[in-house]
């Protein structure tokens, strides 16, 4: 029942299942903030390996002064590695689903989860477009099932959208709000709708920055440098894509454009990036060149 479901207070222990880029920052953020994080990848080795990314992560933090020595060890000291989702769940209060953008992966992890996790676990999926409702249908409790959308990279940037769908307990939202400022976010609540609010407005941008380019209006420096100076954006629409990754705006715009309408279909310059394997920062070269996560032009 909903009145069953943990509140922002007794969440204490949370099962992060992915561990890329969104999954690793998401649980380096919740150990920060004294949490308990189960890092959950069907291959534990992965899942070794991405403590040892945050560990790195946390090496880094210490040398700017941004963390002390002792709050990263205590930090490190709650992350434990998982190699299958109902031994991260089973004793988790909170599942944050941190897996590529795919519906019918997630809604089997969301089945598999929900079946190994206590009643009254929030679940929360990271999707930046994805169907909250269509996720929630593949367990038996949708009320449970909220959207916690956090934003690259996790440490730094202070958003995270909680999206409600139809069925979602007012306990369920209550508690991803909490939990969100737990955590040191701010959170907005929106409603489970195509691209929500940060992805709709984003891609809608990004698309048309993307047009501009292949039309030859600008180049992407100055194209970004006209939102930095002109409108305060603190980053440009074709950095952010590099940053997020190309195919993943594909993605993203290939899904809007099929539920919202052909205002959201993406360039064919953004496809053919793909295809050539220009990804952005992740591959080291997208509309500008990148290494180690820095850009180098």
């Known amino acids: 029942m909903a009145s069953a479901i943990r509140s922002a207070p007794e969440i204490q222990s949370i099962a992060v299942i992915g561990t890329g880029t969104m999954g690793r920052g998401i649980a380096q953020v919740a150990a920060q903030r004294g949490m308990r994080v189960a890092v959950c990848d069907v291959d534990r080795a992965a899942a070794e390996r991405a403590i040892e990314k945050i560990r790195g992560s946390l090496d880094r933090a210490v040398a700017r002064g941004r963390v002390s020595g002792e709050e990263r060890e205590a930090a490190l000291g709650r992350l434990a590695a998982a190699g299958e989702v109902a031994a991260a769940a089973g004793g988790a209060d909170l599942v944050i689903e941190a897996v590529p953008e795919d519906l019918e992966l997630k809604r089997r992890i969301f089945a598999a989860a929900a079946a190994a996790a206590p009643a009254g676990a929030l679940m929360a999926s990271n999707t930046s477009s994805l169907s909250i409702a269509a996720i929630a249908s593949a367990v038996p409790a949708p009320e449970r099932v909220v959207g916690m959308h956090f934003f690259n990279p996790v440490p730094a940037m202070k958003l995270c959208e909680v999206v409600h769908h139809a069925g979602s307990a007012p306990e369920a939202v209550a508690a991803a709000r909490g939990v969100a400022e737990r955590m040191g976010k701010t959170p907005i609540v929106v409603r489970d ?20 380019v292949e039309e030859e209006v600008a180049s992407p420096a100055d194209i970004d440098t006209a939102m930095k100076l002109g409108y305060g954006h603190p980053m440009g629409p074709l950095e952010l894509t590099d940053l997020v990754g190309l195919d993943v705006r594909l993605a993203i715009a290939e899904y809007l454009s099929g539920t919202l309408g052909e205002r959201f279909t993406p360039p064919a310059l953004l496809g053919r990036m793909v295809e050539e394997g220009r990804l952005g920062a992740k591959s080291g070269q997208g509309f500008y060149r990148w290494k180690d996560g820095k850009r180098v032009d």
């Open 193 to 212: 709708a195509p691209g929500f609010a940060s992805s709709r407005l984003g891609i809608a941008l990004g698309m048309e920055a993307i047009r501009m």
